[in-house]
C-alpha cells in the first residue's frame, strides 16, 4: 500500500512499536529489557520504515557458528525477513559464511562469506567488493557476531568463535545506506549503540554499530515483528505464511543446533518451536491480522 502515514496513523504506529518493543523482552532471558530501557522508543518502527522503503536490493547476515555448525536463532528471522521482502517486490540476498552459506544456497540467494580472514585490508576489500556488487538500499545483521573491542569475536560463554566466523562488520561499516542490527545477548553486530547498558551483562560485548537496533528475546522474533510492522504499513498480513516449525525442521535436516543447549532439536535458545509460533500469532494479533 505504502500509503503516507497521518497524523493519527504516526500515532497509531509509535504505539504499535511500542507495544511490540515490549512483548519482544517481556522474559528478559539475557538482560535485554534493561538494554531496551536505554533506547529511544520506536526502533521497532524506524526499523520498519526502513524496510519498507528499502528499493531494491537488501543484504541480509546471519549466522552465529556453535559447535562447529550454526545455530537455530538468526537464520530464521533471516528467512522470515526474506520471504516478506521477496513477496513486496524487493531482491533479499542472505550473506553468510559456511556451513550455512551451503546450506541455503539451493533454496535462496546467498552471497558467501569467507571465514577465519584476520587481515583487516583484505576485510575491507571483501566488503567493498560485495557491496559494490550488489549496491544494497538496505543491509540488515540478525543474529551476527560482532567484533569486541580486540576485533575477535565470543559466544555467550565469552569462548573465542574468530576461527569458525566469517566478518560481517565491515558491510555494516562501509554499507553507504541505512543498517539495521538484530540482537538478543550483547555479542552481537549493533550492540555498540547500548555499550553503557551492557556494563552489568556477563558477556564479552560487541562495539559494531548500526543505524537503528532491535533487542528481542531470542533474535529470530524481532526479525518477526519488523516483517508484522511492515506487513501493518503496507495493509499486508506478511506472516500469515510463515511456519516457524516448518523453518526450524528445514535448518535441523540440514545441520543446526540450538545456541543454548547445543543440541540439533527443534528449539530457538532453548525454547521450544510453540513459542516462537506464539509470538508470531501474538504480532498478528496485535498488527490486527488475526
Not at 553468510?96 to 583487516?120: F, H, I, M, Q, T
Not at 498480513?237 to 511456519?243: G, I, K, N, V, W
Not at 540440514?254 to 543440541?263: A, Q, Y
Request: hydrophobic share 40%.
Amino acid at each position: 500500500m505504502n500509503q503516507p502515514l497521518t497524523q493519527n496513523s504516526v500515532r497509531d504506529a509509535v504505539a504499535l512499536s511500542h507495544q511490540i518493543e515490549s512483548l519482544l523482552v517481556q522474559r528478559n532471558l539475557r538482560g535485554m529489557a534493561h538494554v531496551r530501557d536505554c533506547m529511544l522508543p520506536g526502533y521497532c518502527l524506524r526499523a520498519a520504515l526502513m524496510l519498507q522503503q528499502a528499493s531494491d536490493t537488501v543484504l541480509i547476515g546471519t549466522g552465529f557458528p556453535v559447535a562447529g555448525t550454526f545455530e537455530t536463532d538468526g537464520p530464521v528471522g533471516a528467512i522470515s525477513l526474506y520471504q516478506a521482502l521477496d513477496a513486496t517486490g524487493r531482491n533479499p540476498v542472505l550473506v553468510c559464511g559456511d556451513p550455512l552459506a551451503s546450506v541455503l544456497e539451493k533454496d535462496y540467494r546467498v552471497e558467501r562469506l569467507p571465514l577465519n580472514e584476520r587481515d583487516a585490508k583484505v576485510r575491507l576489500q571483501q566488503a567493498d567488493d560485495i557491496l559494490a556488487k550488489h549496491q544494497p538500499s538496505l543491509v540488515i545483521s540478525i543474529e551476527r557476531p560482532g567484533q569486541s573491542d580486540d576485533t575477535d569475536y565470543y559466544n555467550m560463554r565469552g569462548e573465542s568463535i574468530g576461527q569458525h566466523t566469517a566478518s560481517f562488520d565491515e558491510i555494516m561499516h562501509q554499507a553507504g545506506c541505512p543498517t539495521i542490527a538484530i540482537g538478543d545477548g550483547g555479542n552481537e553486530i549493533g550492540m555498540g549503540n547500548v555499550r553503557p547498558a551492557l556494563k552489568s551483562l556477563d558477556i564479552k560485548v560487541a562495539v559494531t554499530r548500526c543505524n537503528e537496533l532491535v533487542v528481542a528475546d531470542v533474535s529470530n522474533w524481532g526479525g518477526h515483528a519488523l516483517v508484522a510492522l511492515m506487513g501493518w504499513l503496507n495493509g499486508q498480513d506478511l506472516l500469515a505464511e510463515f511456519d516457524n516449525t516448518a523453518v526450524l525442521k528445514y535448518l535441523s535436516e540440514r545441520g543446526s543446533v540450538d545456541g543454548v543447549t547445543r543440541l540439533n532439536e527443534l528449539t530457538e535458545d532453548s525454547l521450544p518451536a510453540g513459542d516462537g509460533q506464539e509470538l508470531l500469532l501474538a504480532l498478528r494479533r496485535l498488527t490486527e491480522f488475526a
